[in-house]
């Protein structure tokens, strides 16, 4: 793609956010391997260079994004569902990368396998397809305590550190559920709610009031579970609240695969070498 006279193009580059302990990848090693063999330029580093300048080193991707997705007469809020649930603003008409928001929203994918994992002793790391979680229902008063959770109440710029919804996190829930009579579908389902608790709250509360048209376009490994034309399926939560009224216009989101970038493509933007952000 085009963008202000410069050609680029998109390669993802999977950094993960929570890194297990001991993962031996050299990431800016990575980098410049594939400058040389792509003979592009590779930017990366958003991570470190946003901790050293003082924020949280998430999200990472705004730059990216202001480039690809911004637009003359729509604002738009690009949703990732990945590990976490990430929010990045882009007011429509925007001249500089500055008026750029982006934080994250609350937990995600992480807080999901976590939770089957631990309620199947591992044999299922995941919940493909949501199928363990639509079997259930939201319970109301688990729901309630976990939206208690001090992250929630803190103001953008944020960030989720893996021990906010890790292994403690997930120990209460068990130890709650027990109490509360919740079987592992309960929890699952319960837990869609509480990521779109934590999504609606972050649009309703944080990002300005809209003036005009707003498009939401979704993104992330969530979304394989997601039939979008069949009315969301399995994200019973997160479209009911995202849609209740407020203050702001919101429509229907829309997958990233259908506009003018790949969801998978989103992490590193790409030139001519390698350039890291220092």
Known sequence: RTVTGVQTCALPIFEPQFIPAGLPID???????????????VVHGFRGRDKAGGGAGHPITAAADYLLFRDVSEERVLLHLGATASVVWLPANAARIAAVQGFDAGPCNHLLDSLISHGTRG????????????????????????????FFERKPPRTITPELFGASFVAAAFDAARGFDIGLPDLLCTATHLIAHGIGESIRRWLPATTGPRRIVLSGASLAKLDMDAGYPQAPAIIPRLAQPSRHSIPKPEHQDRGSVPSVAET???????????
Not at 27 to 41: F, K, P, V
Not at 268 to 278: E, H, P, V
């Open 27 to 41: 990431w800016s090693d990575l980098a410049d391997r594939i400058a040389d063999q792509s003979g592009l330029t």
């Open 123 to 150: 044999r299922e790391p995941s919940d493909p397809g949501g199928k363990r979680a639509v079997q259930g229902c939201c319970r109301e008063e688990l729901l309630a305590r976990w939206r208690e959770h001090p």
């Open 268 to 278: 590193c933007t790409l030139d001519r070498k390698s350039t890291r952000l220092n």
